[in-house]
């Protein structure tokens, strides 16, 4: 199983950008796919999920409003849509897929695979 994610990069205060991850070797409808964040000598942070075949969709709170998560199954693809980007939003961002059920929170233990991480710089 691969995950690829692509997308990241520096951008000022209150600009946008869209992270993408392309999966391969993996039933990829069958999946919940997430994004995680991390930066140094934090813990893993749950961004946003998707589910695979409902499409029910679950978002941190500090990114609530602000980030769009979307999957598309005939390519494999999931994508994060990030507006209003603040200078906290900096951080390695990682996709992520989970067979888990939703137990109403997402933990970065409940998924089983994880992309190399694409890095979001936000300057003030």
């Known amino acids: 199983v691969q995950l690829q994610a692509s997308g990241g990069g520096l951008v000022q205060a209150g600009g946008s950008l869209r992270l993408s991850c392309t999966a391969s070797g993996l039933k990829f409808s069958s999946y919940t796919m997430g994004w995680f964040r991390q930066t140094s000598g934090k813990e893993r942070e749950f961004v946003a999920a998707?589910?695979?075949?409902?499409?029910?969709?679950d978002y941190g709170a500090s990114v609530n409003g602000r980030f769009t998560i979307s999957r598309d199954n005939a390519y494999n693809t999931v994508a994060l849509q990030m507006n209003r980007l603040e200078p906290e939003d900096t951080a390695v961002y990682y996709c992520a897929a989970s067979k888990q059920l939703y137990s109403g929170y997402w933990r970065p233990s409940d998924f089983t695979y994880w992309g190399q991480g694409t890095q979001v710089t936000v300057s003030s």
């Open positions: 998707i589910k695979g075949n409902s499409g029910f969709r």
